[in-house]
């Protein structure tokens, strides 16, 4: 069996906080190893904008749970990102605004959205080969992942990330916004009732406070390409 074929039955499972970098890193690493990036946040996201376009109450979750039974969201890899679907309609870009990412961190805390969530993650990286990022994803997803990542830094730097990455940085009222946006979702995410973020026993920490990005993608490769080498000589 070559290498190719056996990288391909791994599942990476990267999680942390928003603006921790959670997203590049899974696109590098899919991109290095040629793997499937299966985005967690995409399909809430895509779920979000459904909710508000439908009107759906975001605090009720029975609706929720059977908007998202009566939806179809996929992802489709493109070398530039993966295009994003719901109900075969191209949304990638309209998932990426702040009202969208709201109502996303808003769903998710719904039981029997993540239900329906986790299930149709799991079907989609079943064959393995894939990188999935997200705050459940090696507690929840995929708790046998080969590689766990968990992805953190300090909150100020997350925050200072997430202004420059809307470019905000001479916009004072809309950094302000988009801090207090970080530090409401980290409540959420730290306190929902299910899938609480925390970071599995087994996941390997990445503290990016002081590193770069490309110090990150290293450390995070290096990890993947260790334990390529241990599954193979096991073999």
Same mark, same amino acid.
Do not use: W
């Given at each position: 069996m070559n290498v190719a074929s056996e990288k391909k039955k791994l599942v990476i499972a990267i999680d942390? &906080?928003?603006g921790a970098g959670k997203s590049t890193i899974a696109s590098r690493l899919a991109n290095r190893f040629g793997y499937v990036n299966l985005e967690s946040g995409a399909m809430y996201r895509a779920?979000?904008?459904?909710?508000?376009?439908?009107? *759906? $109450?975001?605090?009720?979750? %029975? !609706?929720l749970r059977g908007l998202a039974g009566n939806s179809s969201i996929d992802l489709k890899p493109t070398p530039k990102g993966n295009r994003v679907l719901l109900d075969g309609r191209d949304v990638s870009e309209r998932i990426r605004e702040r009202d =969208?990412?709201?109502?996303?961190? !808003?769903?998710?805390?719904? $039981?029997?959205?993540r239900e329906w969530m986790v299930a149709r993650q799991r079907e989609m990286g079943a064959q393995g080969g894939v990188v999935m990022e997200g705050r459940d994803i090696g507690t /929840?997803?995929?708790?046998?992942?080969?590689?766990k990542i968990f992805?953190?830094?300090? &909150?100020?730097?997350? @925050?200072?990330? !997430? =202004?420059?990455?809307?470019?905000?940085?001479?916009? &004072?009222? +809309?950094? +302000? +916004?988009? /801090?207090?946006?970080?530090?409401?979702?980290?409540?959420?995410?730290?306190?929902?009732?299910? @899938? &609480?973020?925390?970071?599995?026993?087994? @996941?390997?920490?990445?503290?990016? *406070?002081?590193?770069?990005? %490309?110090e990150v993608i290293a450390r995070?490769? %290096?990890?993947?390409?260790?334990?390529?080498?241990? *599954?193979?000589?096991?073999?």
């Open positions: 942390g &906080p928003a779920l979000g904008l459904k909710a508000m376009e439908t009107g *759906t $109450p975001l605090d009720d979750g %029975e !609706r =969208v990412t709201d109502a996303a961190s !808003r769903v998710s805390v719904h $039981p029997g959205v /929840v997803v995929f708790p046998n992942a080969e590689v992805l953190d830094a300090d &909150p100020s730097i997350r @925050a200072t990330r !997430r =202004v420059v990455q809307h470019n905000a940085t001479d916009d &004072p009222e +809309k950094a +302000k +916004k988009l /801090v207090a946006d970080l530090q409401e979702r980290d409540r959420r995410d730290s306190t929902r009732e299910v @899938a &609480p973020l925390v970071a599995a026993a087994d @996941a390997v920490r990445i503290d990016s *406070t002081r590193m770069t990005i %490309e995070a490769e %290096e990890i993947v390409e260790e334990k390529i080498a241990q *599954t193979l000589h096991a073999k």
